[in-house]
């Protein structure tokens, strides 16, 4: 997962290594109440904590994560370990989607690799992916991706490893975090979930074994959606391709984890985004934001994708 050996005994929807080794490993295991309590004695939250998510760098190092009444995790100083435990059972499946999201992410800025805040979808010649912030409409749009023949790679957070000429996009969980009606409309009727949190109406919606890429697959485009704030004039989808500074920039104010500000991390952070603002096109995405708008969109970036077919990117 993300590029990621993962051992734990928990039950876990995730594919089973075969064989070989991984030079990033992550043991996730069940956290003691002796454990938690140790931590959130010393825990002193650092600003932009709220009620809903609760975030302290313990002295030693470790991260203490906190989700009130439903989950907290301590993710170790070399990001080699995870304990968690839940508050209520029967939530294993969002015990995953926390894991392989935000927590993750922690885990991941330790062992040396920066996340980004985008979802992709591969098609033949690769993938493509949607960058922009929480409530940009990625998974939206992805869900609008996979009604025309995409298939997901990851959805919100994207870890990407530079492989000779290629970067290559790591599988996340085969799920979507959607709305109940953009669910229905591009997934279909029989599209369920399960609410993140008593906070929102917005579900983990599993997405079928056919509309899922697990293996990694080189990226050949980034798109950059537009603000929800934005609101286009014009009926039509503009392209527009981002200057390799302009790239540079976007790509760091999308980075997935916005906690952790160590020297160390700024510079992991924008040696990531330089380089890849200079190997992969990044584009601006216009169009307006309404679901039966959606396909055209799909439409627009499949026929910007054939440019690639006469110029691949690197």
């Known amino acids: 997962m993300y590029g990621l050996r993962v051992r734990t005994s928990w039950q876990l929807q995730l594919p089973v290594a075969t064989s070989g080794s991984c030079p990033h490993e992550i043991e996730l295991i069940e956290g003691t109440p002796e454990e938690f309590a140790l931590a959130s004695a010393g825990a002193i939250y650092r600003p932009g904590s709220t009620s809903v998510i609760r975030h302290a760098r313990l002295q030693n190092g470790a991260d203490y994560i906190h989700w009130p009444g439903l989950f907290e995790f301590l993710i170790a100083p070399d990001g080699r370990r995870i304990a968690g435990r839940s508050f209520n059972e029967g939530n294993e499946d969002l015990l995953q989607t926390y894991v392989f999201g935000q927590v993750i992410s922690y885990a991941l800025l330790k062992q040396g690799m920066e996340p980004l805040h985008a979802t992709v979808l591969a098609f033949d010649e690769g993938a493509v992916a949607l960058l922009g912030d929480s409530g940009y409409g990625k998974s939206t749009l992805a869900a609008a991706f996979l009604q025309a023949g995409f298939r997901l790679v990851t959805d919100d957070m994207l870890v990407l490893r530079e492989n000779g000429d290629r970067w290559l996009a790591y599988p996340g969980l085969p799920r979507l975090k959607l709305f109940p009606e953009p669910a229905r409309l591009f997934l279909g009727s029989e599209a369920t979930g399960r609410p993140m949190n008593p906070f929102t109406d917005k579900m983990i919606v599993p997405v079928a074994a056919k ?94 994708l054939l440019k690639w077919r006469v110029e691949p990117a690197r």
Request: a positive charge; proline letters at 7%; hydrophobic letters at 40%.
């Open 211 to 304: 509309q899922w890429e697990g293996t990694p697959v080189p990226l050949r485009a980034i798109y950059l959606l537009p603000r929800p704030t934005f609101k286009s004039r014009s009926e039509k989808v503009t392209i527009r391709r981002r200057s390799k500074r302009q790239a540079c920039m976007d790509l760091v104010a999308n980075t997935f984890n916005s906690a952790i500000r160590t020297p160390g991390r700024l510079e992991q952070q924008f040696a990531l985004a330089t380089r890849l603002a200079t190997t992969i096109p990044v584009k601006s995405l216009s169009y307006q934001r309404q679901f039966a708008r959606l396909p055209k969109v799909v439409e627009a970036v499949r026929a910007d």
